[in-house]
């Protein structure tokens, strides 16, 4: 009885690390995809930031040419098309 008692529970503790193993593994998958998740989200905000970065220049060149008043007449005609993407205006 003890040599077959012994062989059961060895096995289910063989079972018990193979599961354990497996469970860390795909953890670690997890951890990576979330990682790749987070860096393509970053860059997607370093992106809309520098479109938005431009987009000052552009209003700022704007002043320059045509006076304060008329940039910001104008900015705020294109605010709809240009900012909604961030939620922010000129």
Known sequence: MS???N???LGNGHL???????DF????????????QFSEHTQRVD???GER??????HRAHIAR???QHAEASCNAEDE???DALGESC
């Open 3 to 5: 040599a077959g008692y």
């Open 7 to 9: 062989a059961r529970h």
């Open 16 to 22: 018990r690390l193979v599961q354990h193993v497996g």
């Open 25 to 36: 593994i795909e953890l670690q998958l997890g951890t990576a995809q979330r990682r790749q």
């Open 47 to 49: 992106d809309l930031r």
């Open 53 to 58: 970065d431009h987009g000052d220049d552009r």
């Open 66 to 68: 045509h006076g304060l």
């Open 81 to 83: 098309i240009n900012h």
